[in-house]
């Protein structure tokens, strides 16, 4: 039986507009190695264009691929009760026994700023949702996007994915920018929201820049 290599990441984990995305991809050795010649790499360090044509490729050459969309609305009401790491972590857990393969070894891009307690958090999902579960090798470490092809190929999935979420909200709000903070667009955006007095549910509320924004008069705008 060949071994199966399974990769997980996300892409929207700083945003305050739209949803965070994890996708998972599970490869063998023959895909990987197709992959890595394609130039599949960490998705922020490629083009848009490239990672719209690697995704249907990568789609195509996994055994099997999906993704959790969590929506600014669930990330809202989970955070009340836990850390987005904690959040990422139940995911990453939901999406590992929801596959139908079974990997030789999983490579996680680590949130945790130890990434050792990020693993730690997964597995004690995994074992608090199926105690029968017979978890495989995981290598949980930070910028695994960048070290392991099946962890790159879901930071492109996982990206496009979100991206394409954005494009649809631009076609009906107009250029909202990328949706982060830092963004000057989309703190024109959040602002002129707040001003309003209407936040829609693409809006993360439980973020520091909407919350700033609430507490800072029209005239400081």
């Given at each position: ?218 005239s400081e705008f």
């Amino acid at each position: 039986m060949k071994d199966v290599f399974c990769g997980i990441d996300e892409a929207g984990r700083g945003p305050v507009i739209g949803s965070l995305v994890m996708a998972c991809v599970c490869l063998d050795e023959k895909s990987i190695r197709k992959l890595k010649g394609l130039g599949v790499r960490d998705s922020k360090k490629m083009t848009p264009k490239k990672r719209e044509e690697l995704e249907p490729v990568i789609k195509e050459l996994a055994l099997e691929w999906s993704t959790i969309k969590i929506t600014p609305q669930e990330i809202d009401k989970l955070r009340k009760k836990k850390s987005l790491n904690v959040i990422e972590a139940d995911k990453t857990a939901e999406l590992i026994l929801s596959l139908t393969v079974k990997p030789s070894k999983i490579f996680v891009d680590a949130t945790d700023s130890i990434a050792k307690n990020y693993e730690k958090k997964i597995i004690d999902q995994i074992v608090k949702l199926n105690p029968e579960y017979k978890i495989p090798k995981m290598v949980c470490e930070h910028r695994a996007d960048d070290k392991y092809i099946p962890a790159s190929a879901a930071s492109v999935i996982a990206k496009v994915e979100r991206d394409r979420e954005i494009e649809e909200l631009k076609k009906e709000y107009g250029n909202i920018g990328s949706g982060y903070p830092s963004d000057e667009r989309t703190q024109k955006f959040v602002r002129k929201l707040v001003r309003e007095g209407s936040l829609p549910s693409f809006v993360r509320r439980s973020w520091g820049t909407v919350n700033k924004l609430k507490q800072s008069s029209l005239s400081e705008f």
